[in-house]
């Protein structure tokens, strides 16, 4: 399995580009988050899923959209970037077992808006 | 209110000490995570914990769930080890999981 995989690793956008920021999992979890995190400050939910078709709002959506059309994907959109939004992103999914969740992270993106 | 306690929020050690980081929480779960993540790195799961507890290598995880609270230990401490450490958990009625603001660790030579 490859676990979560998120591309791409870098990215620098000028203000009001869009882009989209990919993430797959290959461990059918229900369950995919999209956390942003700022220098130095803890990790912030913007969306995350519970399966194909259900998606809901973290703490900080604002300026960010996401799907789910297949339990694989989650893709988060950057709508007219703003400098604002440069951060680190983290894709991740859970799985919910009797013993618990197991938590899987991606590699992260980082983001430049200039 | 933050569901998630965790202390100390910085750390510095000399290589070969044992040291624990802790984590409290006020709401009832399933389990906990201990997370790590290096300078600049990814986020990876040390462990994940229900009850009792568990070890790998050098690190301890411990959990108390009638007390709500969990110690991450790291015995002979080296300077890899450097990282921030992150508690998480999601709560029984919950889809989210609560993040501690994390312990960074700087273990020196």
């Known amino acids: 399995n490859a676990g979560v995989t998120q591309t791409p690793k870098f990215r620098i956008l000028k203000i009001g580009q869009s882009m989209t920021l990919q993430c797959a999992q290959d461990?059918?979890?229900?369950?995919m988050y999209w956390y942003r995190q700022d220098p130095g400050m803890g990790l912030k939910l913007i969306y995350y899923s519970v399966g194909a078709g259900i998606t809901d709002k973290g703490e900080v959506p604002n300026g960010y959209n996401v799907s789910r059309s297949t339990t694989e994907d989650f893709p988060l959109r950057l709508e007219l970037a703003a400098p604002s939004q440069t951060s680190v992103y983290f894709c991740a999914s859970s799985d919910f077992r009797a013993e618990g969740e197991k938590l899987f992270f991606g590699s992260g993106t980082q983001l430049s808006v200039l | 209110k933050n569901e998630v306690e965790q202390s100390p929020q910085n750390l510095t050690a000399q290589e070969g000490e044992f040291i624990t980081i802790n984590c409290s929480y006020s709401v009832g779960i399933s389990a906990l995570h201990w997370l790590q993540q290096h300078p600049g790195g990814g986020i990876v799961s040390l462990f994940m914990?229900?009850?009792g507890k568990k070890k790998h290598g050098r690190l301890i995880a411990t959990i108390n769930i009638q007390e709500k609270h969990s110690s991450l230990h790291i015995t002979a401490s080296h300077p890899r080890d450097s990282a921030v450490y992150i508690c998480a958990l999601m709560p029984n009625t919950g889809n989210q999981f609560y993040f501690g603001t994390g312990t960074s660790l700087t273990v020196i030579p």
């Open positions: 461990m059918n979890h229900n369950y």
């Open positions: 914990l229900s009850s």
